[in-house]
Nanobody, 128 residues
Framework: QVQLVESGGGLVQAGDSLRVSCAAS????????MAWFRQPPGKEREFVAA????????YYADSVKGRFTISRDNNKKAVYLQMSSLRPEDTAVYYC?????????????????????WGQGTQVTVSS
């Protein structure tokens, strides 16, 4: 059974850094692209970043480009989101998601329906 478990969320101040992690189990993690989405309070879930199955290609939302870095460790079956220069508008529940296509060669999607498996989310709150 595929399982994605996020961790590392918390309460930080504006300008701080934080790293959230997603631990995967139950399937061939290294064969699938991974992504982070977030859902701010009262808003729709939105794309944050994605990384290809081999880690060669990364994609970012304009709102986080230059501040956030996505990475993965296929040996540990984990994907990370390093967030720096955090802003109050980064406050959200952060979700990791797994691509639905094995060894995909196409660019990773930036919409939710391209992803097959989802974690339960971790709350990140940035105070001003």
């Amino acid at each position: 059974q595929v399982q994605l478990v996020e961790s590392g969320g918390g309460l930080v101040q504006a300008g701080d850094s934080l790293r959230v992690s997603c631990a995967a189990s139950g399937w061939l993690f290294s064969a699938y692209g991974m992504a982070w989405f977030r859902q701010p309070p009262g808003k729709e879930r939105e794309f944050v970043a994605a990384i290809s199955w081999g880690g060669d290609n990364t994609y970012y939302a304009d709102s986080v480009k230059g501040r956030f870095t996505i990475s993965r460790d296929n040996n540990k079956k984990a994907v990370y989101l390093q967030m720096s220069s955090l802003r109050p508008e980064d406050t959200a529940v952060y979700y990791c998601a797994a691509d639905g296509i094995r060894y995909a060669s196409r660019p990773l999607p930036q919409t939710q329906n391209g992803y097959r498996y989802w974690g339960q989310g971790t709350q990140v709150t940035v105070s001003s």
